[in-house]
């Protein structure tokens, strides 16, 4: 194993693209809060940040509709998308939701 020391501002602007092994405790889904996840639900996919979780809905920041991931497995591992629309702040019920993942890269920011 290799180390590379780098400033906290050059972790900052580089982080999303790092390829961490991140674990999280499965044991609770409270550990997912602050996390960024790619979900699919039983009618479309959606991208945000978890900022709340109550009962059965997540409460995201940063939310997006993705219209069309392109290649799936493409678009997770590198986080380009094909087509993206912004929600803003947006609730997701879990009951909808058939699977989800955590979201390595950076949130859309722009309609595309």
Known sequence: MKTINVSDETYELIKDQLDDDESIDISSIDELVGKKLFLRTVTYHILGKVEKIMGTILYLS????????????????SGELDEVELLGNWFVNLSTVTDFGIWKHKLPKDQK
């Open 62 to 77: 940063d939310a997006s509709w993705v219209a069309d991931s392109g290649r799936f497995s493409n678009a997770i591992k």
